[in-house]
């Protein structure tokens, strides 16, 4: 038995929580300190003597808490490293240290809770029963696209007709905003073009606007919502001045010919369905791939009931918030208020983190059960594919990820997407299509 063995004591708080106790004898102790007070003796300058000579006691009158801090956090994290290699403990965080400093020719004890990755041994994972989507493409989802794809080539409108706003139309307007009395600059504003019916602006104004006609004028009444990002607003009665400037309304290209002149690689309006047929079959594809992993997580988590470590919990809500941060900046919300709203977020996205995290734990117990790994030419292959979706050099690529550790990210996406297939492989699965399923059953 080794000294560290020795001296440690190791309990189970949970699955996912250990506490190392250790006690370490006074001589190891003492031996320590002695270190310390001789290196702190060679750069040490006290007044009437040369580094290098001070006698201890001086050393004792004049550094000792510095001294014994570090004999603590030497003993520390020598005893504590030690333990963990040598009894293969799979720590997850820095631990929580307690510990009640040095005293003479006694022991010194110390306890370290550390969280540790559970071991899973997933079960139940064979012969999952599932529904898996086909992706039929209706005439309904091509007339969709078509009209998103018409929507771009719109033309607006002036509204020549003796009528009032209908739901739909595009207004201009000049509009300014007063609470209690007072305007408010951030509430005005000249020429706004409005869509009726988009509801951009705060509920109930644009159903005011309904009927009005070109150069009305109206008072509008509205209360800004209770959770309003502006605070002074938040849940105040407002008052708007508004004045219809013109009605618009969109008008979208017929779908002919002549509209096939606004791409260059196609040559006929059959063509471009074709495409289109062919993207939205892709998109559907993707999205019931999703579904269906989804599906297969839902499953194995009914199966398989363990605890995680909250720290792991923790870094998947830092990810989702940064996400939710991240899109909110790239659709116009200023840095800071996007990084307040993304941080209230963090107990509402919790119970799908918890989901995420044990889902990564039971794919990498089941990868691990089944012997799948992923091959260093699969990982080639994957950081040459997204190479040419960023259109960059597959090596500087490469060497950025690397760089900022990225690679066991792209190990770890490798392995869960053979994890799924390989359970996909194993299922029973249900086709469903068109409103008929047909019952397929996957090679076991």
């Known amino acids: 038995m080794s000294d560290i063995s020795a001296a440690v004591k190791i309990e189970d708080l949970s699955t996912v929580k250990k506490k190392l106790t250790f006690d370490i004898p006074w001589t190891d102790v003492k031996n320590e300190l002695d270190a310390v007070y001789r290196t702190v003796g ?39 490293w030690e333990t963990l290699q040598e009894k293969e403990i799979p720590a997850v965080m820095q631990p929580e240290i307690d510990q009640k400093g040095i005293e003479e020719e006694k022991n010194f004890t110390f306890s370290a809770t550390v969280e540790v990755e559970p071991v899973v041994e997933p079960r139940d994972y064979l012969g999952l029963d599932l529904e898996k989507e086909e992706p039929v493409v209706t005439e309904e989802d091509l007339e969709e696209r078509m009209k998103e794809i018409r929507q771009m080539f ?6 020549t007709e ?23 600059k951030e509430l005005q504003s000249e020429d706004y073009l409005l869509e009726i019916g988009s509801k951009t602006f705060v509920p109930g104004f644009e159903e005011q606007l309904i009927g009005m006609r070109k150069d009305e004028k109206k008072t509008v009444a509205v209360r800004f919502p209770e959770k309003y990002q502006a605070v002074h607003l938040a849940g ?29 690689r196609y040559e006929s309006l059959e063509e471009l369905k074709a495409d289109i047929r062919k993207n939205v079959e892709e998109e559907k594809k993707r999205k019931i791939a999703l579904a269906f992993e989804r599906l297969i997580s839902d499953r194995l988590l009914e199966k398989n009931t363990f605890e995680v470590p909250d720290s792991f919990i923790e870094r998947q809500i830092y990810y ?15 840095p800071k208020k996007a990084a307040e709203f993304s941080f209230k977020l963090h107990d509402q996205f919790r119970e799908e983190a918890t989901k995420i995290v044990k889902t990564v734990l039971l794919l990498k117990g089941i990868a691990r059960k089944e012997g799948l790994i992923a091959g260093e030419d ?32 792209i190990r770890s996406e490798i392995l869960n997407r053979k994890t799924y297939e390989f359970l996909e492989a194993k299922a029973n699965i249900t086709r469903i299509g068109n409103g008929t399923k047909d019952r397929a059953e996957a090679l076991k």
């Open 320 to 334: 989702m918030m940064s996400d939710t941060q991240r899109r909110m900046v790239s659709g116009g919300m200023e």
């Open 162 to 184: 003796e009528r009032g706003v209908i739901e739909g139309d595009y207004v201009s307007l000049d509009f300014a905003g007063a609470l209690a009395g007072e305007k408010l």
């Open 236 to 264: 105040k009665d407002i008052e708007f001045e508004v004045h219809i400037k013109g009605i618009r309304i969109k008008k979208l290209p017929e779908l002919d010919e002549q509209f096939i002149k606004n791409f260059e």
């Open 378 to 409: 699969e990982v080639e292959e994957q950081i040459r594919g997204l190479a040419v979706k960023r259109a960059q050099d597959y090596e500087s690529l490469k060497q950025s990820l690397e760089k900022d550790d990225l690679m066991d990210n």
């Open 154 to 159: 719109a033309t607006m409108e002036e509204v």
């Open 42 to 80: 060679k750069k040490a300058k006290i007044k009437g003597f040369r580094p290098g000579r001070i006698p201890r006691g001086i050393l004792e009158r004049h550094y000792r808490k510095e001294a014994e801090e570090e004999t603590v956090s030497n003993l520390v994290n020598r005893y504590y």
